[in-house]
């Protein structure tokens, strides 16, 4: 490789940051009542988030000095180690239980989200085994339809636990990463076809999803129970107007929405800031997947393009799921915001994949 290394791109860097600020901002604001109650710390969920990014962010320093070709080492491994986590975490007695999900392991002091790292894991392995596969994943026997195997794998493993949302965002991530890599469009489409039988089971096999479905259609119908959640969500962005109640003035915080600094901070965020703050960022988010799939399209060679394809994908489809729910565009699914809702796992794993991003980019031609 002649290329010289250079400094990252500055413009992903900053959006990163921001968001990552917004966030802490948020968790605080959402959390503090909940915290105030449970915990009698306001500042309970705030030192938690902050621990977390600090850990987030060495990890981010760490990747982004390292030379990302280094990865390919890490590959195998890495997924591994992702696969089994996600196989112990069904195991009873292994997974803890959390919000009628089994989504859960505690390793010591830590609580581990296993599906927040076979996400990274298998853009990791995948961008290493498709570099190596070159124009041979334009077959579909012997080149695509082993990857859907594993995709299938996966797929029904996360949703055992159940989380459809992560399942799905894992999919959608696996897809954009072929057809870069050069899946033909006719079997990707195929494919797509051939699962839609399989995405119809995964929604009305349990009682639940198909009453969540349903009641994504209408949320109205059932406000005491499929639509509360729903509802609670359009109320909070709804009452933020154009500028928002101001940081600290959201009235869905007193126990009205749940899951409110997690899978719903951007309620709060439409609350307390308004049309603004959601637009801002939704605008951040666009820029990120601008400068994401930049460095993918300028990276030196074909491990480094589809790794930084594979993180890209995986965080803007994870905020496009996530935002969908809170708008009730997308059927109601528990899955974080990026950078900005509480959780350890997530974070930490979110920052150090966009420090790979950013030792790409300074590699990138």
Known sequence: MAHSKKS?????????????????????????????????????????QALWAVMGLAAAVLFMNMDYRFLKKLALPFFGIGMVLLVMVLVPGLG???????????????????SEVIKVAMVLFLANSLARKGSGIARFWQGLLPYIGLMG????????????????????????????????????????????PVVYWAIFSEE????????????????????????QSLYALGSGGLFGL?????????????????????????????????????????????RGFRVAVSAPDTFGCLL?????AMITIQAIINIGVVTATLPITGIPLPLLSSGGSSLVLTLASVGMLLGISRWAT
């Open 308 to 312: 930084a394809t594979g993180i890209t």
């Open 208 to 231: 639940y999803r198909r009453r969540r479905f349903l009641a994504f259609l209408n949320p109205w119908e059932d406000l005491q129970d499929t639509g509360y959640h729903i509802a």
């Open 8 to 48: 990252p791109d500055f413009t992903l860097f900053v959006v990163t940051v921001i968001l990552l600020a917004i966030g802490i901002v948020m968790v605080f604001s959402a959390s503090s009542v909940k915290a105030m109650v449970l915990y009698e710390d306001a500042l309970y969920y705030l030192k938690r």
């Open 246 to 290: 101001g940081v600290g003035g959201s009235h869905q915080k007193f126990f009205y929405l749940p899951a409110l600094h997690t899978d719903f901070i951007f309620a709060v965020l439409g609350e307390e800031m308004g049309f603004l703050g959601t637009s801002t960022v939704l605008l951040l988010f666009l820029v990120f997947a601008w």
């Open 96 to 114: 803890k239980v959390g919000g009628g999900a089994q989504r859960w392991l505690d390793l010591g002091p830590l609580r581990v989200q296993p």
């Open 153 to 196: 794998l996966v797929f029904l493993l996360v949703l055992r636990q159940p989380d459809l949302g992560t399942a799905l965002s894992i999919v959608g991530t696996i897809v954009v990463m072929l057809f870069v890599a050069g899946a033909r469009l006719g079997h990707l489409s195929l494919m797509g076809l051939a699962s839609i």
